[in-house]
């Protein structure tokens, strides 16, 4: 059964720094793309980024409201995959979400973990 | 970047009645559309991709359909289970967008 956790959200003040792991089991995960998307209380999805494979040299694409700010990692010996997040705004306050990538779309979504930005 | 907008905003019908939920993107994204279904505390769920492909373990009810600008999801049928938001989502240019959600409730 495929699977995916996110962990690590919490409260932040502005201009500090987190970092989220999502926990795959069930699937490839060192072939799979990853996908972060997050979503702000009562809207819509927002993409984040998203990491490919060692086969893809690990290639990152980011949304341009994160970009120079958030970092996505992985270590496939762990089936885990990381945002790293810097400068954080109060508008970064969300639920983020993990998913792997089949096909080209974010086809598997872990539950979420809330991170909220607030001083 | 590419907008998707959703239409309508909010959809009202009863159980056993059809959905027809719209998206229509800001350029031609030929048939590199997914469809989402969203409940209220729960992740989203894949549905449809490229347009018309069902994921699997989709009930035959949800069919989706479109190509280029403007794209349709059906449920041809709606059950209990299937009052939630629906997304559309597009991968033919980076980065990937998402439009604002259909409400489809009772």
């Known amino acids: 059964e495929v699977q995916v956790v996110e962990s690590g959200g919490g409260l932040v003040q502005p201009g500090g720094s987190l970092k989220l792991s999502c926990a795959a089991s069930?699937?490839?995960?060192?072939?799979?793309?990853m996908h972060w998307v997050r979503q702000a209380s009562g809207k819509g999805l927002e993409w984040v980024g998203r990491i490919r494979s060692k086969a893809n040299s690990y290639a990152t694409a980011y949304a341009a409201s994160v970009n120079g700010r958030f970092t996505i990692s992985r270590d496939d010996s762990k089936n885990t995959a990381y945002l790293q997040m810097n400068s954080l705004k109060t508008e970064d306050t969300a639920v983020y979400y993990c998913?792997?990538?089949?096909?080209?779309?974010?086809?598997?979504w872990g539950q979420g973990t809330l991170v909220t930005v607030s001083s | 970047e590419i907008v998707l907008t959703q239409s309508p905003a909010t959809l009202s019908l009863s159980p056993g009645e059809r959905a027809t939920l719209s998206c229509r993107a800001s350029q031609s994204i030929s048939n590199y559309l997914a469809w989402y279904q969203q409940k209220p505390g729960q992740a989203p769920r894949l549905l449809i991709y490229d347009a018309s492909n069902r994921a699997t373990g989709i009930p035959a009810r949800f069919s989706g359909s479109g190509s280029g600008t403007d794209f349709t999801l059906t449920i041809s049928s709606l059950e209990p289970e299937d009052f939630a938001v629906y997304y559309c989502q597009q991968r033919s240019n980076w980065p990937l967008t998402f439009g604002g959600g259909t409400k489809v409730e009772i």
């Open positions: 998913a792997r990538q089949q096909g080209d779309y974010p086809d598997y």
């Open positions: 069930g699937f490839t995960f060192s072939g799979s793309a």
